[in-house]
């Protein structure tokens, strides 16, 4: 039987899909409902709906592409 080599993910990856999971939800959120609640008064979520969409998913992108790379380097290795 192989060995199972596991990996653990970098702290500061999970981190950041963290923060850009909340930034891509807030986004989302002020791209649908912004107008309907305001949120806290101090968030202009409307006005900066897709600068915090892209924000988000920009800062999810290492996570995401680690693994790609795994899933691409697997493959590779059994054929």
């Known amino acids: 039987m192989g060995q199972n080599k596991h990996q653990r993910l970098p702290l500061n990856w999970i981190f950041l899909d963290v923060l850009g999971t909340i ?26 709906a897709w600068q915090y969409i892209i924000g988000g998913v920009i800062l999810m992108l290492p996570l995401y592409t680690h693994f790609i790379k795994k899933i691409l380097a697997g493959r590779s290795s059994k054929q």
Request: no cysteine.
């Open 23 to 48: 930034l891509l939800g807030l986004g989302l959120f002020g791209l649908f409902a912004g107008d309907e609640i305001d949120m806290f008064g101090f968030l202009e979520l409307r006005d900066y």
